[in-house]
């Protein structure tokens, strides 16, 4: 979601009004929000009885230009060690080829509580 993440941060710094949140596992969620000039990933929660996450104190906010030093980096990183960009997420295995497996993933629903 690198690429996802550098067109809000362009966006924002375009003067676009950007509010943008992306769960990428567990619990953790990055965003890039205007007027905060960061990028943040974060450790989020469910409260008891509610419906909507809540950011935790548990987390990073990156500078503008410490998020451009580690996409640098990490480009660096996958030409140099292709290996490490070959895992795939879960949701690519095949416990997610139907609903049920998808629903059980705790990595991709951390909230939910369904039973099957």
Not at 17 to 46: I, N, P, Q
Not at 52 to 70: F, N, Q, S, Y
Request: glycine content about 6%; charged content about 30%; proline content about 4%.
């Amino acid at each position: 979601m690198f690429e996802e993440i550098d067109k809000n941060v362009l966006d924002m710094v375009n003067g676009k009004e950007v509010k943008y949140r992306a769960h990428y596992g567990g619990c953790y969620y990055v965003s890039v929000t205007t007027g905060l000039d960061c990028v943040d990933f974060r450790l989020w929660y469910l409260p008891y009885g509610r419906e909507e996450v809540k950011p935790t104190k548990k987390g990073i906010a990156l500078r503008l230009r410490e998020w451009a030093e580690i996409r640098r980096t990490m480009k660096t990183i996958n030409r140099d060690y292709p290996s490490l960009a070959s895992e795939v997420p879960c949701y690519m295995n095949t416990d997610h080829n139907n609903q049920q497996g998808y629903f059980e993933c705790r990595e991709c629903q951390p909230f939910c509580d369904y039973v099957f």
